[in-house]
C-alpha cells in the first residue's frame, strides 16, 4: 500500500474529511495547495515551483514542506506492506531560493526496515543545495502513552484575528499578507506584527488553523503544517527582545529546523502553539514550539534556529 497521499499530492488528488467547513478556502490557501502537487520527473527526483513571498526569496516553510511530499513519494513506491507516515524531519537551509527558478527535489533512498523508512531530501537550485533535510517515516504501531498537558488560555474566538489586523492597515507587509496569508493567527499575548501588546517575556502561545477546510489525507495536513509553522518559529526570541515583525532593517532567516509529530493533525481546525526560547546569542535564536490540537492532545514539537540581526 505504501504512502498513497504521496500520489495523490503529485498527482493533484486529495481525500479525507474536512473539519473546518464554515468558511471556503481562499486563493492562498488554494495557492498552497497546489504548490505541494510536485511534478514527477524521476525515480527518486520531482520538480516544484515558489509562490511570491515579501523577502524576495522562497519562503523557507514552502520548500520543508514540498522537500517531505517528495521524500514521501519514495516510501509509497517502495512496495512496503503498510502505510508509513512522517514522524519526524531534520533540516537545514543552506542558501536562499530563488523566487524565478524551479526547484529539483532529488531523493536518497537511505534504508527501508521492518517498521522505519529514511530518507534524505536535497531541493537544488542551478545545481545547489537550497535545502537538505532527512525524514524518518513509520508505519502504526502501538507502545507507551504519555504527553504533556496544554495550558490555560484564552480561546481563539476571544483572540485578535490575524486577518482582520493585516485589513485594517496599509503597511506593505500588511497588504501583502492579506492577500497571501493561507492562516489565520492569533496570538494570545498581543501580535507583534505591530509595535504593540509585546512584553519582554521569551514565551508565547498562540492559535492558528487554515483560512478554509483542507481536502486532504494526513500526508498533507503535516506537509501544512511544516509549512506554517516556519512563520512563528523565531517570534520568541523577537518578543523576549521587544522587537515587532516592522522593525526597520530587521534581519531574519530559519538556519535549521527539526520536527516531530506525534498524533494525526489538522491543520483547518484550531491548533495550539506554545513556544518558548531557551537562548538567543552570537546573532541567532533558538525557537522550540509544542503544538496542541484544540481537544489538547500534543500532536507536534517544533525546534528551529534562525539568524536574527538588527542594525547597530
Known amino acids: 500500500m505504501g504512502l498513497p497521499g504521496?500520489?495523490?499530492?503529485?498527482?493533484?488528488?486529495?481525500?479525507?474529511?474536512?473539519?473546518?467547513?464554515?468558511?471556503?478556502?481562499?486563493?492562498?490557501?488554494?495557492?498552497?495547495?497546489?504548490?505541494?502537487?510536485?511534478?514527477?520527473?524521476?525515480?527518486?527526483?520531482?520538480?516544484?515551483?515558489?509562490?511570491?513571498?515579501?523577502?524576495?526569496?522562497?519562503?523557507?516553510?514552502?520548500?520543508?514542506?514540498?522537500?517531505?511530499?517528495?521524500?514521501?513519494?519514495?516510501?509509497s513506491?517502495?512496495?512496503?506492506?503498510?502505510?508509513?507516515?512522517?514522524?519526524?524531519?531534520?533540516?537545514?537551509?543552506?542558501?536562499?531560493?530563488?523566487?524565478?527558478?524551479?526547484?529539483?527535489?532529488?531523493?536518497?533512498?537511505?534504508?527501508?526496515?521492518?517498521?522505519?523508512?529514511?530518507?534524505?531530501?536535497?531541493?537544488?537550485?542551478?545545481?545547489?543545495?537550497?535545502?537538505?533535510?532527512?525524514?524518518?517515516?513509520?508505519?502504526?504501531?502501538?507502545?507507551?502513552?504519555?504527553?504533556?498537558?496544554?495550558?490555560?488560555?484564552?480561546?481563539?474566538?476571544?483572540?485578535?484575528?490575524?486577518?482582520?489586523?493585516f485589513a485594517s492597515s496599509d503597511h506593505p507587509a500588511a497588504r501583502f499578507y492579506s492577500r497571501m496569508g493561507a492562516f489565520d493567527i492569533r496570538h494570545v499575548e498581543g501580535s507583534i506584527y505591530v509595535p504593540r501588546g509585546r512584553s519582554p517575556?521569551?514565551?508565547?502561545?498562540?492559535?492558528?488553523?487554515?483560512?478554509?477546510?483542507?481536502?486532504?489525507?494526513?500526508l498533507t495536513h503535516r506537509a501544512l503544517l511544516a509549512y506554517a509553522c516556519d512563520q512563528v518559529m523565531l517570534e520568541p526570541v523577537l518578543r523576549r527582545h521587544e522587537i515587532s515583525w516592522i522593525t526597520p532593517e530587521l534581519s531574519v532567516a530559519s538556519l535549521d529546523h527539526a520536527m516531530w509529530w506525534h498524533r494525526d493533525v489538522h491543520v483547518d481546525d484550531w491548533l495550539l502553539y506554545v513556544q518558548d526560547s531557551p537562548s538567543s546569542q552570537g546573532g541567532r535564536g533558538l525557537g522550540i514550539a509544542k503544538i496542541y490540537s484544540r481537544a489538547g492532545d500534543l500532536v507536534a514539537t517544533v525546534a528551529q534556529e534562525g539568524m536574527i540581526r538588527l542594525p547597530r
Open 6 to 75: 504521496a500520489r495523490r499530492l503529485l498527482d493533484g488528488q486529495h481525500d479525507g474529511a474536512a473539519l473546518n467547513t464554515d468558511q471556503p478556502a481562499n486563493e492562498a490557501l488554494s495557492a498552497v495547495l497546489e504548490l505541494l502537487r510536485l511534478e514527477r520527473t524521476g525515480h527518486d527526483r520531482c520538480t516544484g515551483s515558489s509562490l511570491n513571498h515579501l523577502t524576495g526569496r522562497i519562503y523557507g516553510g514552502q520548500v520543508l514542506a514540498q522537500s517531505l511530499v517528495a521524500a514521501a513519494a519514495t516510501v
Open 201 to 218: 517575556l521569551s514565551r508565547q502561545a498562540l492559535w492558528m488553523r487554515s483560512h478554509g477546510p483542507v481536502d486532504g489525507d494526513q
Open 77 to 165: 513506491d517502495a512496495g512496503l506492506p503498510a502505510e508509513r507516515l512522517p514522524h519526524s524531519v531534520h533540516g537545514y537551509f543552506l542558501r536562499p531560493g530563488k523566487l524565478d527558478r524551479p526547484i529539483i527535489f532529488d531523493i536518497e533512498r537511505l534504508r527501508d526496515g521492518g517498521s522505519f523508512s529514511a530518507r534524505r531530501t536535497h531541493a537544488l537550485q542551478d545545481g545547489e543545495p537550497i535545502l537538505t533535510m532527512t525524514t524518518s517515516f513509520q508505519e502504526q504501531q502501538v507502545g507507551l502513552e504519555h504527553a504533556q498537558e496544554p495550558p490555560e488560555v484564552p480561546g481563539p474566538e476571544e483572540l485578535e484575528s490575524s486577518a482582520e489586523l
